[in-house]
């Protein structure tokens, strides 16, 4: 699954090319809930039970008691899909407008927003409770005047104790137009205080809603229309170290999650590990769908995408502390400490491959027979023409490719346009001979090659007058494994060789537009000089300029 990384310095997710790990979390590819869930009309503000196998939300959907009722689907166990969807009926829903359901950690309370008559406001906060699971719900009691204003009260999430409650809410006293705020009590039989506003930090002067607490209390989900988002409305959160603490400054979850549509409802599972939310995106059923996402802790702790006992030295350094690059357990965002459980999250994902979302394209070059070298990123299949030798033990990670220098090389329609923006080329090689291409591109220039001395070089056009190939002292044609690439970060080129930066643009530079194909073991225009003899193995492009902590950690 491809994963996206959610950065604790917030820079990728606003679009900075950031690619050493240093992410709490990362989320998968979201997926529609289908049909069986999502009607032609509006369904959102999921809130999911703690055993995971009810769901509850709000629908416009047909069939209800008003024009939005809460429903509820439900599953046999959390590895089926969703079986039924019911509508929770009265006492829960009216004629009138009733959604924002949230289910409390036991199951037996149910808050929700309604403007049925009774009320405080426009909109009131009420709560219905059941003696078991399988009882029905009795008859919904309005929180109060002291919780309930007369303005608008929405959108409820309760804690985990039952002790904290957050909604929205436009009463006076906010920031914006619609703001969250926060009432809490002290045992779960006591009344509820006088709500207080969550701040400015939190807070701004545009709308901020659909409020959601983690179930260890210390990240607050939320929807806000303020600026510099992906859409219309984006999906936030805001972290604190303890449940006494304050909250920190807000986080945009990415582009993943949110799109240039709405977004909104966002809602978080029992263990962490699902997220879902609401979402206008193409792709869905009706005006707006709920979907989820897969939430992991980032376990390639040094940024080298593999899973080892580096990654466990690194756990071990920090044990004790409260460093966010090894916190990952409880939940995948931490609990402010290094301990066992972080160790434990750890050594469940050991020796596993992590992909990067910065990765382009991938060639293992693994294969061990045939004329055929998988592409991983893409899952393409790219052909290798003339007659390849596979050496499946021969590689500097596993197997490689050895190319004879006469004619056979590996031809890809995969790859990148110089001109677009940072980028960086990687390969492991060993053997070949000067003037050899390691990676071309069609129409385009040699990326990688030997000079006339067995020198590393590229010929990527820099189109300064300062014009000229980029040329290294270091020789890579000795026979020797070697970690071999090209970084450009949009101003300047840079070439390294195991691990270590060999030469880089003195001046500034921009590069020539070229969008064509890749030659792997050849030249651009196949000369015959250019083709490769010898083996090459992992072959890497990513679409940001990595750092030099993350090309010491490939090339080791």
């Known amino acids: 699954m491809k994963r996206i990384r959610i950065s604790a310095v917030v820079a990728l997710m606003l679009g900075v090319g950031v690619e050493i790990a240093k992410a709490d979390f990362v989320f998968g590819t979201p997926t529609n809930l289908g049909p069986t869930i999502n009607s032609p009309a509006l369904d959102s503000q999921p809130s999911m039970s703690a055993d995971g196998l009810s769901l509850f939300f709000y629908s416009e959907r047909p069939g209800g008691y008003g024009d939005r009722d809460v429903w509820v689907a439900g ?58 699971k399988s009882d029905p719900w009795a008859t919904p009691v309005n929180l109060g005047p002291t919780v309930n204003a007369s303005s608008y009260d929405a959108y409820p999430s309760v804690s985990a104790d039952g002790l904290t409650l957050f909604m929205q809410s436009n009463r006076p006293g906010g920031y914006g137009r619609y703001d969250i705020w926060m009432t809490t009590r002290q045992a779960t039989g006591d009344p509820w205080t006088t709500p207080v506003n969550l701040g400015s930090t939190v807070n701004s002067s545009a709308i901020e809603g659909d409020p959601s607490i983690s179930p260890d209390g210390l990240v607050l989900l939320f929807t806000s229309l303020r600026s510099g988002g992906y859409g219309i409305s984006d999906m936030y959160l805001v972290r604190r170290a303890t449940i006494q603490d304050s909250w920190g400054s807000p986080t945009n979850l990415g582009p993943v999650v949110n799109s240039p549509s709405i977004e909104a409802g966002p809602s978080i599972s029992a263990d962490g590990l699902t997220f879902y939310f609401e979402s206008e995106r193409p792709g869905g059923e009706g005006s707006g769908d709920l979907w989820e996402v897969a939430v992991e802790p980032v376990v390639d702790l040094n940024g080298d995408e593999t899973v080892d006992a580096a990654d466990m030295c690194i756990m071990v350094d920090h044990w004790d502390t409260d460093g966010p690059l090894c916190d990952i357990a409880p939940m995948p965002w931490g609990d402010g400490v290094v301990d066992v459980q972080d160790l434990v999250v750890l050594a469940e994902h050991l020796f596993e491959e992590v992909l990067p979302p910065e990765l382009a394209a991938y060639w293992k070059l693994d294969e061990t027979e045939g004329n055929v070298a998988r ?113 450009w970060d949009g101003s300047y080129r840079s070439l390294y060789v195991d691990g270590i930066e060999v030469a880089k643009d003195t001046v500034e530079c921009r590069l020539e537009s070229s969008d064509g194909g890749l030659h792997i073991g050849a030249g651009k225009t196949l000369e015959p000089s250019s083709f490769f003899s010898g083996l090459i193995d992992d072959v890497r492009i990513y679409s940001v300029a990595l750092s030099a902590q993350r090309i010491e950690a490939l090339a080791h």
Request: aromatic residues 8%; contains cysteine.
């Open 75 to 132: 599953r046999a166990t959390t590895n089926e899909g969703w079986t039924t969807v019911e509508n929770v009926g009265p006492p829960v829903n009216t004629s009138h407008r009733d959604s924002g359901p949230a289910i409390s950690a036991d199951g037996l309370t149910l808050f929700f927003d309604s403007d049925r008559p009774g009320g405080s406001g426009e909109s009131d906060i009420w709560v219905t409770t059941r003696t078991t």
């Open 375 to 487: 592409e991983s990123v893409s899952g393409s299949d790219d052909v290798i023409m003339g007659s390849p030798l596979w050496q499946p033990t021969g590689g500097k990670v596993d197997g490689a490719l050895e190319l004879d220098g006469v004619g056979c090389y590996v031809t890809s329609g995969s790859g990148l346009n110089p001109e677009d923006g940072p980028f960086s080329i990687f390969a492991w090689v060993k053997g070949g001979a000067a003037g050899q291409a390691i990676i071309s591109q069609v129409t385009g220039a040699n990326w990688l090659m030997a000079d006339a001395q067995g020198k590393l070089m590229t010929q990527i056009r820099n189109l300064s007058r300062y014009s000229g190939p980029l040329l290294s002292q270091t020789i890579i044609t000795d026979g020797q494994w070697h970690h071999i690439g090209l970084v």
